[in-house]
């Protein structure tokens, strides 16, 4: 079986929906035993359903839709379905259960649809069922023609950066100005007194923006190698963006991300000599980064920290916390990413296990897009704190003692902030407000309960 | 790379091959000496594989033309040595003379197309030298021995070179730095070049106490060396390392299709293949996955290197499950002895860990304290493997640990010297 992968440009109209669908129809008769299963696989996350993910999936299915003598579909939304002639349940059922395993890291997999429906397939007895999975080919089919007849229109396609485009890029970022595209995110610590204080000022280059400046029609983060080797090259231009820029108050902590390779040249230290005396760095590193250089790791943990800075892991997430130890990277602060799942006690508890051997002060909660984040860092006694949550306490804290707050929103206040130069900080009345370091009243994190 | 039956058999022919090869200029040294009062009759021929393209004097051609003799040393009329500069020499009795130089015929007919050959015409050759031993014994046992020399000073040199290329930082080593630009010619240049040729295999060998080493499986890959040379012979590799892991992604894919384009070499078991874990997904694998037996699928294991799998999490735990599900097994390449704390084989559910040898390994310590005993011990018995073990102290430290098996030039070797030795006391035994 040659299956057209979802999302590509068939050389003819006739999709693999119009092609379920008459399949669909020609069985009216013979219905009688037959067996359809639609895969929802077009609900997973975008990073599990990539061409490889799918392409897999059907090798799964295939022996045994074959076996049974059936038909299967791969439809343009990465949806499988499939059609089985006098099927041995079981067979079927393992298969499903397979699948499913191999996606279990999916929320798909294991979220409750809250009605008992089964998120992840949906099974048609044809013989009782057939008119559903009939509504359901049709509807299918038409999805299709209505999807083919809008990607007419739009025919501007995004290549993914490949070694030559990458070759003409890195040319095009010698002439652009970087400090257009360099924003900043604060980090809040909650003390024990229930104050929140500016922890540090993160950073870093907006890659949309980039990619808008330098390349539209490439996809810059499309080729994960060829993208670390650019981003070497961006670490100098924001070293160096950074030096001459100007901001009313300086943070007393610059949090940057950077590649192990760049702690040791002459930008970073040309960096850190155009700092106030009092400043320091907080390095951010990627796990990517520490394991394909650990040597160097070692070494540039070990020469940050004996000038007074700070050595960062970012980037932390469930599965890195699942399947590393975090106690070896023995950084002075570990960035988790913040994420819904977290709520849930299977996940969130797994996540708290695997932060206990870690002083809390070294750990950062990050992404905090909601309340809910912040209440349950607090809860797992996580006192620090980053994301467009803690944006927009800072903002409006920021508003609230602010004089030229009438002529602004919310919304204006949060962008200002995070810009480092152009028209949206020269729109603010108040850049000293926007550069302060405000200190916040909050509640205070929970104490640890070390049995958990 | 894939081996058939009839592949197999061409295997263990260059197998018995390179055991009939006395190998090196010590072996003839000895031989000349012993020659001495025998010289009357005898005559020898020096052919010059050194003289050719890089890419026409490969350990194979070596062994090809060495073959040239084969039969003539098995008819005990001549004795063949493979030098270290991939010259051969043969010395022969006058008998067998029109058979040798028909075989010098068959030779240059082999690297015709080898500039070096296209302007020698046979008179005032440069490819062959021929000695009469009764006249020209005196000047073949200086060329001997200028040989041994020039191979002793050269082994001196690379262990000096070696030395200094450890400690030296990446970006000081000879050579341009890669490019975009050269990656995207060198990618280009890919899908034409002839990776065949540039197949190699080395054995991962269980070696316990003093017992002679048992091959476990072979690891089948390219030679950068050789690729380098053949593509971009001034270009550094190791200068932009993430260039480089881009580079191995499209290796792995034209790997995969030069054993999917071979419909009579089914992968035969015990191999190991390097993969990127995007690879594993790709059709060249699900092609490859179709072309071997299901019984197979457990001898293989598939190497993925470290920081392939940490730089996606998510697609290594799926490409590691769907490979499992098939059979494969899985091992973690490139695990050093810094970055050995972070690889936790059992939470990451690999089946295999490759570690490097690093003399520094002889602390006995990770850089974290612990003692790497520990480590290994966790990894499981016979789950680590310790690769690049150029010398004797990496296998004295690696079983000192507890390590059972072992790769590297130093254990290529051992195996060598083992199947010769076996070979002695069976032609002993007769």
Redesign the interface.
């Known amino acids: 079986m040659n299956f057209p992968m979802a999302g590509a440009p068939g050389p003819e109209i006739v999709t693999q929906e119009k092609l379920l669908l008459d399949a669909a129809e020609r069985i009216a008769r013979i219905r009688d035993g037959r067996l359809a299963v639609h895969v929802h696989l077009s609900a997973l996350r975008p990073t599990n359903r990539q061409e490889g993910h799918i392409r897999i999936a059907l090798r799964m299915l295939e022996p045994m839709v074959n076996a049974y003598r059936g038909q299967m579909f791969l439809l343009g939304n990465s949806d499988i379905v499939f059609m089985v002639k006098d099927p041995n349940p079981t067979d079927v059922e393992n298969m499903i259960f397979k699948l499913r395993a191999l996606f279990s890291k999916d929320p798909l997999t294991y979220a409750d649809s809250g009605d008992g429906r089964d998120n992840f397939c949906t099974w048609y007895d044809l013989g009782l069922e057939y008119e559903a999975f009939l509504a359901v080919s049709q509807k299918a089919a038409s999805e299709a023609q209505r999807r083919q007849k809008a990607k007419a229109i739009v025919t501007k396609e995004i290549n993914n950066l490949d070694a030559k485009s990458l070759g003409t890029v890195l040319e095009r970022i010698a002439t652009i100005d970087i400090a257009k595209l360099i924003r900043r995110q604060a980090a809040i610590a909650i003390t024990h007194q229930g104050n929140a204080e500016v922890l540090f000022q993160e950073f870093f280059i907006a890659m949309s923006e980039l990619q808008k400046a330098l390349a539209p029609d490439i996809n810059l983060l499309g080729n994960r190698w060829l993208f670390q080797h650019l981003s070497q090259t961006l670490d100098f231009r924001m070293l160096g963006a950074l030096q001459s820029l100007k901001l009313t108050q300086r943070p007393p902590t610059y949090s940057l991300n950077l590649n192990i390779s760049a702690v040791a040249t002459k930008s970073f230290t040309d960096f850190e000599k155009s700092l106030p005396p009092d400043s320091r760095v907080s390095v951010e590193l990627q796990v990517l980064d520490v394991l394909a250089d650990s040597r160097g790791y070692y070494a540039a943990r070990e020469s940050l920290r004996e000038k007074g800075h700070l050595v960062a892991i970012d980037g932390l997430n469930e599965l890195t916390l699942r399947l590393m130890d975090l106690r070896q990277f023995d950084a002075d602060l570990h960035k988790i990413s913040w994420s819904p799942e977290m709520r849930e006690a299977e996940h969130g508890d797994a996540v708290a296990a695997a932060l206990m051997p870690v002083a809390p002060e070294r750990l950062l909660l990050a992404r905090c897009d909601s309340e809910a984040a912040i209440t349950w860092g607090m809860n797992q006694g996580i006192s620090r704190f980053q994301g467009r949550h803690v944006d927009a306490m800072l903002a409006a804290y920021t508003m609230h003692g602010c004089d030229k707050a009438a002529a602004c929103t919310l919304a204006q206040c949060i962008s200002r902030h995070g810009v480092v130069t152009g028209p949206l900080r020269n729109d603010c009345g108040n850049n000293q407000m926007l550069d302060s370091s405000p200190v916040m009243r909050v509640a205070r994190p929970k104490q640890r309960q070390e049995t958990l | 790379m894939a081996f058939s039956p009839s592949d197999r058999a061409a295997t263990e022919r260059q197998k018995m091959i390179a055991q009939r090869l006395p190998s090196g200029e010590n072996l003839l040294l000895e031989y000349i000496h012993k020659l001495e009062r025998h010289r009357r009759g005898r005559r020898a021929v020096l052919i010059r594989l050194s003289i050719l393209q890089a890419v026409n004097r490969r350990e194979h051609h070596v062994r090809i033309a060495a073959a040239t003799f084969e039969t003539l040393v098995k008819q005990l009329k001549g004795q063949v040595f493979a030098l270290s500069n991939a010259d051969i020499i043969f010395i022969f009795k006058e008998a067998a003379l029109e058979e040798v130089e028909a075989g010098i015929v068959k030779l240059r007919f082999l690297f015709s197309d080898d500039p070096a050959l296209a302007s020698d015409d046979r008179e005032g050759s440069t490819f062959t030298d021929w000695f009469l031993l009764e006249r020209d014994y005196d000047s073949l046992l200086h060329f001997a021995q200028r040989m041994l020399n020039e191979e002793r000073q050269r082994r001196t040199q690379e262990f000096a070179q070696g030395l200094v290329e450890q400690q030296m930082p990446r970006q000081q080593k000879r050579g341009e730095p890669l490019?975009?630009?050269m990656?995207?010619k060198m990618?280009e240049a890919l899908v034409r070049a002839d990776l065949a040729n540039m197949m190699r295999r080395q054995a991962v060998c269980a070696m316990v106490g003093k017992a002679p080493p048992q091959p476990v499986f072979h690891e089948l890959f390219i030679s950068i060396a050789d690729l380098r040379e053949t593509l971009l012979p001034n270009v550094n590799l190791a200068s932009?390392?993430?260039?480089f892991?881009?580079l191995t992604?499209t290796l792995d894919r034209r790997v995969l299709s030069l054993l999917n384009k071979h419909d009579d070499r089914t992968v035969a078991g015990d191999v190991s293949i390097n993969l990127n874990v995007?690879t594993?997904?790709?059709?060249e694998f699900?092609t490859f996955?179709d072309n071997i037996k299901a019984s197979m699928r457990g001898t293989i294991v598939l190497e993925l290197q470290?920081?392939d799998i940490?730089?996606?999490?998510?697609?290594f735990?799926?490409?590691r499950?769907?490979a499992h599900?098939r059979g494969y097994r899985i091992c973690i390449d490139g695990v050093?002895l810094?970055?050995a704390?972070?690889v936790?084989r059992e939470?990451?559910g690999i089946d295999l860990v490759k570690l490097v040898w690093d003399p520094a390994m002889a602390t006995g310590k990770l850089?974290?304290g612990s003692p790497l005993l520990d480590y290994v011990h966790r990894c499981g018995p016979s789950r680590a493997i310790l690769c690049r073990c150029d010398a004797q102290d990496a296998v004295d430290c690696g079983q000192a640990t507890g390590i059972t098996l072992f790769q590297g030039r130093h254990v290529e070797a051992l195996l060598t010297a083992e199947i010769q030795r076996q070979k002695g006391s069976f032609r002993r035994r007769r």
């Open positions: 490019t975009p630009m990656l995207a990618e932009s390392p993430w260039l892991q881009q992604e995007q594993l997904l790709s059709h699900l996955d470290k920081v940490f730089a996606d999490l998510g697609a735990l799926f490409a499950d769907f599900d050093n810094e970055s704390p972070f936790d939470r990451l850089p974290n």
